[in-house]
């Protein structure tokens, strides 16, 4: 079992950049898959990038396409989302997951352990 601790929310206004950061406990972390997801108000959760054990990433599609950079340190057991040109449409809660299995997944449901999450609230 992992648990996940994001942090790095606030906020933040149009325009600007944040850096979220998820610590994991246990000693497995290398071993699997991270993503990252956000969940605005009303809506569902909503895939935003991940990473594989060793590094090869994806940062989305749509809406945050260009504008992330998903990353991950093993010896610190944390995966970090860079995220620049923030916009008002970013704001949500953003969860940060572990996935065990092997092969990369945009679904939520496909991930094994969560974090609580971290606000990130964007002003126009």
């Known amino acids: 079992q992992v648990q996940l601790v994001e942090s790095g929310g606030g906020l933040v206004q149009a325009g600007g950049s944040l850096r979220l950061s998820c610590a994991a406990s246990?000693?497995?972390?290398?071993?699997?898959?991270m993503g990252w997801f956000r969940q605005a108000p009303g809506k569902e959760r909503e895939f935003v990038a991940l990473?594989?054990?060793?590094?090869?990433?994806?940062c989305s599609v749509g809406s945050v396409k260009g504008r992330c950079t998903i990353s991950r340190d093993n010896a610190k057991n944390t995966v970090y989302l860079q995220m620049n040109s923030l916009k008002p449409e970013d704001t949500a809660v953003y969860y940060c997951a572990a996935k065990r299995s092997a092969g990369r997944s945009t679904i939520a449901g496909a991930y094994d352990y969560w974090g609580q999450g971290t606000q990130v609230t964007v002003s126009s």
């Open positions: 990473i594989t054990q060793i590094g090869v990433n994806t």
């Open positions: 246990g000693r497995t972390f290398a071993t699997y898959i």
